[in-house]
Nanobody, 126 residues
Framework: QVQLVESGGGLVQAGGSLRLSCAAS????????MGWFRQAPGKEREFVAA????????YYADSVKGRFTISRDNAKNTLYLQMNSLKPEDTAVYYC???????????????????WGQGTQVTVSS
C-alpha cells in the first residue's frame, strides 16, 4: 500500500480557487490509479475525480466537471486537484485515494480504494 498525505485545503470565497496536493510514499506510485473523494458533514463520502496510472485518462463527477482538474506528477510522487470557481456546496473534507496497481475502474466506488489519506478541509464561504 502507498501512504498518502494531503495538503492545500483552506478557506476561500465562492468563485475562488484552491489546489490540493497529495504526497505519496513508495517507488511504485506511477503504477497506481489515483483519485479524490470528499465528504461533507452528515453526508456519505463521494467521488470527485480520478486519473489512471498512465495519467492520460481522467474522470470527474458531474458536479465538478469543467471546474476541477486532476493531474499527477509521477516524478514527484504527487497527485493534484486544481479547484476553480468554487461553490459553497464544495465545502467538505477532501481525501486522496489510491486504487490498486494498474486498476482501470470503476473509480466512483469507495470500496475499490486501497489506501486513503487523512483528509484536508476545504471551506467555501458565500
Amino acid at each position: 500500500q502507498v501512504q498518502l498525505v494531503e495538503s492545500g485545503g483552506g478557506l476561500v470565497q465562492a468563485g475562488g480557487s484552491l489546489r490540493l496536493s497529495c504526497a505519496a510514499s513508495g517507488r511504485t506510485f506511477s503504477s497506481y490509479a489515483m483519485g479524490w473523494f470528499r465528504q461533507a458533514p452528515g453526508k456519505e463520502r463521494e467521488f470527485v475525480a480520478a486519473i489512471r496510472w498512465i495519467g492520460i485518462s481522467t474522470y470527474y463527477a458531474d458536479s465538478v466537471k469543467g471546474r476541477f482538474t486532476i493531474s499527477r506528477d509521477n516524478a514527484k510522487n504527487t497527485l493534484y486537484l486544481q479547484m476553480n470557481s468554487l461553490k459553497p456546496e464544495d465545502t467538505a473534507v477532501y481525501y486522496c485515494a489510491a486504487y490498486g496497481r494498474y486498476y482501470s475502474g470503476p473509480f466512483d466506488v469507495t470500496g475499490k480504494v486501497d489506501s486513503w489519506g487523512q483528509g484536508t478541509q476545504v471551506t467555501v464561504s458565500s
